[in-house]
């Protein structure tokens, strides 16, 4: 067996994909020291096929994997088991939230042999050093791994300082498009013809006890400079004619200095954006800032509002310093300059009973409403609650004394209810009552009739109407069962909701 290293990007979706950046970042940080492929399965008809040639060729002994909770684990599972049976000696090397997460049930497996607890950019290198006989560094001495000793036990070494990431080498892109051509990734959405993805940041410095960020950067950020960043999207735009690009990091909005000095750069490149952030951190900006944003391209803002409840703000520690109140002038501010929020909602916490928890949940759907009221372009995005907490926390003690439990078995988590419960559409909780699971459902149905979603463009004219019409009485009234007739137009019309699948896009 020879060490050629395949780097895998599990599917996520079934639609048009961003670039894979994880991946590519991964083969940045071995690129002209190991031989090594991508595979991105997004982009291949049956993935297995071309891993499985790979290492018939004999040349492969290493099966890297990067994996999100959810539709990536359908394939990220069996195939590491597969090449694990088929070939003994191989080595499978897992990265991503789900493995740092969960990394006791991956390693249990007894097929994932070792994890990349959060950043790879010094930790995969080093790895494959000691493996390969190059460095006799101990593996315990290497930051941000997880693997199991000679003697069975898990061992997860001290976490690495975030690097600067100006210094880390570049993406090699090129390499990259002689697998699978650029072009192809850039996709035309609701903000421009051929929009492209791209990561500025590392980490977030807040701890929101619901968030799996947390333990993986420890209220830790670093970014790109505006400059370095400016000179990325640049290039893409000289080269393939970009018009739009989806910033996905955690908190693109970190630092107010490097957005202004950002959108100084690309005020006059006709480029829009999209980015994440948190509205106690951009709500500082002043309102000159944000008119200069929008100018520069900035058109919607994903935000994690998570409730209205300050009661249930504090019991997530979302930190900072939101507030039903502060969301709400928020969104009037965002509709005075003409950017467009996503807020995200979190339903379906625990509480001290169950009446607790059916309260707090009628509380966010008429927060809700106040939303759309004050303004009708803000995007809601509806979540139901699915435990990610830090362990340690209050929040997870919460869990745990209510019964809650994740999978003892790797495979268990390709089960279609674990799947749903990934994107947060089937809690699996035992607080969380079907009839409660129901009214949120039922709800986020009737909103996105009345107020269709923007990013998917293809909802307009006529099925708005047509939507608008059919939901009007219902969220007029706050009659929300059995919403048949909606559901239906969204199933004929394939009507897509950006929290499972992102934006719409060709």
């Known amino acids: 067996m020879g060490n050629k290293i395949i780097i895998f990007n599990p599917r996520s979706a079934n639609a048009k994909h961003r670039i894979p950046n994880t991946i590519i970042q991964v083969g940045a940080a071995i690129h002209g020291k190991y031989d090594y492929v991508f595979v991105d399965g997004n982009m291949e008809k049956d993935p297995w096929v071309t891993i499985s040639n790979y290492f018939a060729t004999g040349e492969f002994k290493y099966f890297c994997l990067t994996v999100m909770p959810g539709p990536q684990l ?55 050093d000691v493996l390969e006989g190059k460095s006799d560094e101990k593996l315990s001495l290497i930051r941000n791994l997880i693997f199991k000793d000679e003697n069975g036990k898990i061992v997860q070494t001290v976490k690495e ?28 959405t609701f903000m421009g013809q051929k929009t492209f993805a791209y990561h500025s940041s590392m980490g977030c410095p807040f701890s929101c006890s619901f968030c799996a960020v947390v333990p993986i950067y420890n209220a830790r950020w670093k970014a790109k400079s505006a400059a370095n960043v400016y000179q990325d999207i640049k290039y893409f735009k000289d ?29 006059n490149e006709n480029i829009q954006w999209w980015g994440e952030g948190r509205i106690d951190t951009i709500n500082k900006y002043s309102d000159e800032e944000l008119h ?32 039903g109140q502060m969301i709400k002038d928020f969104v009037l ?70 019964g809650f439990s994740f999978p003892t078995k790797l495979e268990e988590w390709i089960e279609p209810s674990w799947e749903k419960f990934d994107l947060r559409k ?44 059919a939901s009007g009485y219902r969220f007029k009234y706050g009659w929300y069962k059995f919403p048949y007739e909606i559901k239906v137009m969204h199933k004929i019309w394939k009507y897509r909701q950006p929290e499972i699948e992102g934006f719409y896009s060709e």
């Not at 000696?89 to 740092?100: P, R, V």
């Not at 100006?166 to 051509?181: K, Q, S």
């Not at 309260?359 to 809601?380: G, M």
């Not at 907490?389 to 003690?397: A, D, K, V």
């Open 161 to 188: 300082a975030l690097l600067d990431q100006d210094a880390l080498p570049a993406y090699p892109y090129e390499y990259f498009n002689t697998f699978y051509p650029l072009e192809r990734y850039l996709a035309k």
């Open 426 to 469: 089937n809690p699996l909780t035992p607080w969380l009552k079907p009839y409660m699971i129901d009214k949120i459902q039922n709800f986020e149905t009737v909103l996105n009739g009345y107020y269709p979603t923007a990013s998917d463009f293809r909802i307009k004219g006529y099925k708005k109407w047509l939507l608008k019409m």
């Open 333 to 402: 501010r965002m509709k005075k300059v003409d950017i467009i929020p996503e807020l995200s909602f979190v339903l379906g916490l625990p509480g001290k009973n169950e009446q607790k928890v059916y309260e707090q949940i009628l509380w966010d759907i008429n927060f809700i409403r106040e939303i759309k009221n004050i303004n009708p372009y803000a995007e809601i995005i509806i979540y139901l609650y699915s435990p990610v907490p830090t362990e340690g926390s209050e929040l997870y003690q919460q869990i745990i004394d209510a």
């Open 74 to 128: 359908k394939q990220a599972i069996p195939y590491t088991k597969k090449i694990k049976e088929l070939y003994p000696d191989s080595i499978n090397i897992w990265g991503g939230y789900f493995a740092s997460n969960q990394y006791k049930v991956c390693l249990n497996s007894g097929y994932v042999d070792y994890i990349i607890n959060g950043p790879g950019d010094n930790t995969f290198p080093q790895l494959l």
């Open 239 to 267: 080269t393939y004619g970009i018009d739009a690009v989806e910033f996905h990091d955690n908190n693109f909005f970190t630092s107010k200095k490097r957005v202004i000095e950002f959108s100084e750069l690309m005020i």
């Open 292 to 323: 200069y944003m929008r100018k520069a391209g900035c058109r919607m803002i994903f935000l994690g509002a998570e409730t209205g409840n300050d009661e249930v703000l504090k019991q997530m520690n979302k930190g900072g310093t939101q507030s």
